[in-house]
């Protein structure tokens, strides 16, 4: 008799379980905080607007919304979204080597931040790639099998950001297991960081630096100022500082914005830890610096510094390579965290300007029609920025992103009941 | 194409060793000991008549022009390939001969490596071993990386439609599997688009210029240019005042990004094993702080 009722009750109880996981889910989808900020009106616009408009590019064709032509098949959708989007989110995987691999434990309050934008701006940025596409539902044959496109770097690149959103997912889970108390498998998941961390680098290196590679093979249509062979590992350099200067404007406005997520720990680092990154940002702008010079040297074309082109040339290195490096090195002889913030923001217009020179506007600098942005071009952009804003603070307000550091909280752990956690994480979030 | 479940481990098996080994040698496009089909075309010769647009036009069911194929007036602007015109017909002044004009048509070249196919993750440009480059539009995804790759700017998107695809000359893929001349050729009344195998129509391009050393510019458009093509050109003006790009080199585009792709199998490797070490290195030094701290 007793076993029957174990075996009736076993589902039972799994259903139950089932039923409060879901309207555990349901409460948290809800929002927290005022609705009616401005914020949230101007953002919630953009939004809805574009999604109209996405609409209307699915149903009319890429022609009807964008100022693409057969001259210009790369618009800002690729351009900007895409390229420049996924070398702001090299933060995550550079912080996951400063503090996973070296065990710079100073950075670790941050890194987890750091790898949920990451993964957003994969998700977000590098599926604006999907607007881009003609046919979008295609995207999966170079992944299932049926033509593999082994040439191709493009090949690479689309594994490679696939392969990389699974490695971030795994670095964040943790976090995300821990909001769902699921401590099994948070125990799991933490133990894959590590591989994940080794493998997302190596992932990083090769796509990051692929990005660049796409127009290895643009030699006749590229200005000559800014194709040469060592486009890839400009690339890839300029991740870095790309990568930290978005760490740390990121940081600057969560730090204003999510003030009370923030754990004491984060709270007295804060300044120590923005002033680390300056330093990586200056040893990676060096080399960049160093590389951009090599490349001018080698590839000999002196006399063009004297045509407008070159002069644009000259604005994007001495002005936001040369500048940022004196920037960057006067706020760290005076510690001045503003300085540093400031030129973050100066560093990261300049690798807008260098990736849109490289894949817009460099690119056939001698077509007598020049490409320019559509305005729904731009607002689908601003659009897609929007929504990724809005999926992270609703991370950010649920999961322990912004956690203590991890003796501290295991101590914590430790000496507080289960039940107690649970509260005080409740009275957190 | 039905895929069994042992086809299927073969492949899988098959792109895991490839990935592991690294992207192949060369574009595999390169197949050099295979004789390709290609055409010669002589600008000396073209009229003008635009036969061979409108035999393009009916072989692959374009839709009709604006402007009749009798018409004269389209020479009047330089007109680009399209979506809707696979081949067009430009008109260029003579600087030798001011009362005959130069003809010149453009259409896809058919490169021997073409960039096209390298560029293409999903092998929808596709270089066949009878020497056409063909599209597989129903692998295509409209990345348009074959059209910022291309040297020759052939490959023409669909902006207009919701379902796009690419659009080029294929070679008339369909004509020549049945034994069949391009429809261009049999449209050409003065033989100036001719049909053959690119050893012979190389011969034959030499053979007129070597006849006619002061009628011929003493060049093969098509020969080396980016490695090659199957469509190649003779002219009696130089080509770079024919709207031929004479700065593409000879280097074939796919080697361009195959130093690239010979890094990835190396980073593969050895970052990896790196990071292990620098991991390792790491840990060590914490532990042996650590200790001092406790000592």
Known sequence: MKRKDNDIGRPRKALRDVREFARFLASEMKPKGKIWTPFNIISGTIIVVGIALIAIRFYKGLGAVTNLSQDYPWGIWIGFDVITGVAFAGGAYVLTFVVHIMKFEKYEPIVRVTVLNGFLAYVFYAGALLLDLGRPWNVVNPIIGNSFGLSSVLFLVAWHFLLYMICEFLE????????????????????????????GITLSTLHQSGLGALFLLAPAKIHPLWYSHYIPVAFFVSSIFAGLSMVIIESTFTHKVFHDKIGNRLRASHDDILLGLAKGCIGALFAYL??????????????LLATPMGYWYLVEILGFVVLPIFLFGVALRKRSVRLVQFTSFFTAIGVV????NVSVIAFKWYAPVRYYPSWIEIW?????????????????????????????????????????????KASAS | MSVNR??????????????????????EAAVASVEFYGLLIDTTKCIGCRSCEEACNEQNRLPEPEVPFSSESVFETKRDTSPGA??????????????????????????????????????????????PVIYNKDRCMGCRYCMIACPHDIPKFEYGSALPYIRKCVFCYDRLKTGERPACVDACPENATIFGTRRELLEIARTRIYENPDKYVHHIYGEHEVGGSGTMYLSAVPFEQLGFRTDLGTTPYPEHTSGFLYGVPLVFVLWPSILIGLNYLAEHRNKENNHEEEG
């Open chain 1, 172 to 199: 964040f889970s943790p976090a995300v297991a821990e909001w769902l108390n699921w401590e099994k498998a948070r125990r799991v998941v933490e133990k894959m960081t590590i591989g994940a961390v080794i493998f």
């Open chain 1, 290 to 303: 160093f590389l951009k010079v090599i490349e001018l040297v080698h590839g000999g074309h002196w006399d």
């Open chain 1, 353 to 356: 300007l260098n990736r849109l």
């Open chain 1, 380 to 424: 689908v952009t601003l659009a897609v920025i929007s929504m990724e804003l809005w999926v992270f603070r609703w991370v950010i307000n649920r999961m322990p992103v912004f956690k203590e550091h991890p003796e501290e909280k295991e101590a914590m752990d430790d000496i507080i009941p289960v039940g107690e956690v649970v509260r005080w």
């Open chain 2, 6 to 27: 042992r086809d299927f481990l073969k492949l899988a098996g098959l792109t895991g060793c490839t990935m592991l080994a690294g992207p192949p040698r060369r574009s």
């Open chain 2, 86 to 131: 696979y081949t067009v017909l430009n008109r260029f002044a003579n600087g030798k001969d001011p009362d005959n004009p130069v003809f010149v048509r453009k259409q896809c070249v058919h490169c021997c490596q073409p960039a096209c196919a390298s560029a293409c993750l999903t092998k929808a440009m596709e270089k066949t071993k009878e020497g």
